[in-house]
């Protein structure tokens, strides 16, 4: 028997990146900004998310998916703003990819969306690896976990495009180093965006909410209504 | 442990290459997958190699091994205007001028390079005592 070497040269995630693609066309087609958040539990992305959602309706038509791996509680929570939201319960699955997202929006009609949110299972590890489609992924880290996180976590970090330190209210009282972790961040992933914010005292929103807004400015086909007026 | 997860992608990859080199699943044995995994591709190779003796079971690459062929990170250094290899993933600098290198050019690949395979139904002579491997 002569064994033969079949010379390969496939990704590995091709299923996934190729969902991916073809999701991140159809968002675009449908000038759906789709923002991305991973962080480890706990780091306030519900809170942030649910949050930002407030502020941004009814001027805008947001919605939001949420993967955890057990309970709708993060849905609920977010479901508060008013915006259509659904969860994705993955069972013992560890991340999301393309195609869970695109099962759960299955039954929404894209172009009467202007920013979707992707809350991911929290998780800094996983999620490293599957594209979802997004046009902005953000990785949040709190004051809690302390300012050498992005030195933990390098690879999560080259695969996102802002980073948000949260919980900033609390960056005193835990004795959060600033500098550092701005230091860890630029040598982690040099040139990356970074935002402090704390969901519950209000600070730095206003810049966040500033940044998705001029995404979606972006995002928009020039044909389209601008969003800076308000949509119904 | 997602690498479970990136295991049984492997198999469905090496499964749907299988057919599409004109073997058959069901009569093809597999020996070895090669693959490459780059030091930031979020994939631990150790662990990538147990999760796929689990992923293989029942599946046409029944009992192939996996071999990994690591790849380091390397990154463009504008100032330089050179490729440079970095020792680790923690510090996006130039080891040269010390320049900030945010754009990666090596280390994020996770590819299937190669397969192995032996066709059961060639063979109608008897096991021969030393087969050539073809490269």
């Given at each position: 028997?002569?064994?033969r070497?079949l010379?390969?040269?496939?990704q590995?995630?091709?299923?996934?990146?190729?969902q991916?693609?073809?999701?991140?066309?159809r968002?675009?087609?449908?000038?759906?900004?789709?923002?991305?958040?991973?962080?480890?539990?706990?780091?306030?992305?519900?809170?942030?998310?649910?949050?930002?959602?407030?502020?941004l309706?009814?001027?805008?038509?947001?919605a939001?998916?949420?993967?955890?791996?057990?309970?709708e509680?993060?849905?609920?929570?977010?479901?508060?703003?008013?915006?259509?939201?659904?969860?994705?319960?993955?069972?013992?699955?560890?991340?999301l990819?393309?195609?869970?997202?695109?099962?759960?929006?299955?039954?929404?009609?894209?172009?009467?969306?202007?920013?979707?949110?992707?809350?991911?299972?929290?998780?800094?590890?996983?999620?490293?690896?599957?594209?979802?489609?997004e046009?902005?992924?953000?990785?949040?880290?709190?004051?809690?976990?302390?300012?050498d996180?992005?030195?933990?976590?390098?690879?999560?970090?080259?695969?996102?495009?802002?980073?948000?330190?949260?919980?900033?209210?609390?960056?005193?009282?835990v004795?959060?180093?600033?500098?550092?972790?701005?230091?860890?961040?630029?040598?982690?992933?040099?040139?990356?965006?970074?935002?402090?914010?704390?969901?519950?005292?209000?600070?730095?929103?206003?810049?966040?909410?500033e940044?998705?807004?001029?995404?979606?400015?972006?995002?928009?086909?020039?044909?389209?209504?601008?969003?800076?007026?308000?949509t119904? | 442990?997602?690498?479970?997860?990136?295991?049984?992608?492997?198999?469905?990859?090496?499964?749907?290459?299988?057919?599409?080199?004109?073997f058959?699943?069901?009569?093809?044995?597999?020996?070895?997958?090669?693959?490459?995994?780059?030091?930031?591709?979020g994939?631990?190779?150790?662990?990538?190699?147990?999760?796929?003796?689990?992923?293989?079971?029942?599946?046409?690459?029944r009992?192939?091994?996996l071999?990994?062929?690591?790849?380091?990170?390397?990154?463009?250094?504008?100032?330089?205007?050179?490729?440079?290899?970095?020792?680790?993933?923690?510090?996006?600098?130039?080891?040269v001028?010390?320049?900030?290198?945010?754009?990666?050019?090596?280390?994020r690949?996770?590819?299937?390079?190669?397969?192995?395979?032996?066709?059961?139904?060639?063979?109608?002579?008897?096991?021969?005592?030393?087969?050539?491997?073809?490269?």
């Amino acid at each position: 028997m002569q064994p033969r070497i079949l010379q390969v040269r496939q990704q590995i995630l091709k299923k996934n990146d190729e969902q991916a693609r073809a999701l991140r066309t159809r968002f675009e087609d449908a000038g759906v900004l789709v923002v991305s958040l991973v962080s480890s539990p706990g780091a306030g992305k519900t809170t942030l998310l649910r949050e930002t959602m407030l502020r941004l309706r009814p001027q805008l038509r947001v919605a939001a998916l949420v993967g955890d791996l057990a309970t709708e509680n993060d849905a609920r929570r977010l479901a508060e703003s008013g915006a259509p939201v659904k969860q994705i319960i993955t069972g013992t699955v560890c991340h999301l990819e393309a195609a869970m997202v695109e099962d759960a929006m299955r039954e929404w009609d894209l172009s009467s969306i202007d920013i979707l949110f992707i809350e991911n299972v929290g998780n800094l590890v996983c999620p490293a690896s599957y594209d979802l489609g997004e046009a902005l992924r953000v990785v949040l880290f709190s004051t809690t976990e302390g300012e050498d996180k992005p030195r933990k976590y390098p690879t999560i970090f080259n695969t996102a495009d802002v980073a948000i330190v949260t919980k900033i209210d609390l960056a005193e009282v835990v004795g959060f180093d600033r500098p550092q972790a701005h230091a860890s961040i630029q040598d982690v992933r040099p040139g990356m965006r970074i935002m402090e914010l704390s969901a519950r005292s209000g600070a730095g929103m206003d810049d966040w909410i500033e940044l998705l807004k001029s995404h979606l400015c972006s995002s928009k086909r020039p044909l389209a209504t601008s969003s800076t007026t308000p949509t119904l | 442990m997602h690498e479970l997860s990136i295991a049984q992608s492997m198999v469905e990859v090496a499964a749907e290459q299988l057919t599409g080199h004109g073997f058959d699943p069901a009569r093809s044995v597999v020996k070895k997958v090669s693959a490459r995994v780059g030091v930031m591709s979020g994939v631990v190779p150790e662990a990538l190699i147990s999760a796929f003796e689990i992923a293989v079971i029942g599946t046409p690459l029944r009992g192939a091994a996996l071999e990994i062929e690591n790849v380091g990170l390397a990154v463009w250094c504008p100032k330089c205007q050179a490729e440079r290899a970095l020792p680790d993933i923690g510090s996006l600098s130039c080891p040269v001028c010390g320049t900030r290198t945010p754009t990666i050019r090596r280390g994020r690949e996770l590819e299937l390079i190669a397969i192995e395979v032996v066709d059961a139904t060639e063979n109608t002579a008897g096991p021969t005592t030393d087969p050539e491997e073809e490269r």
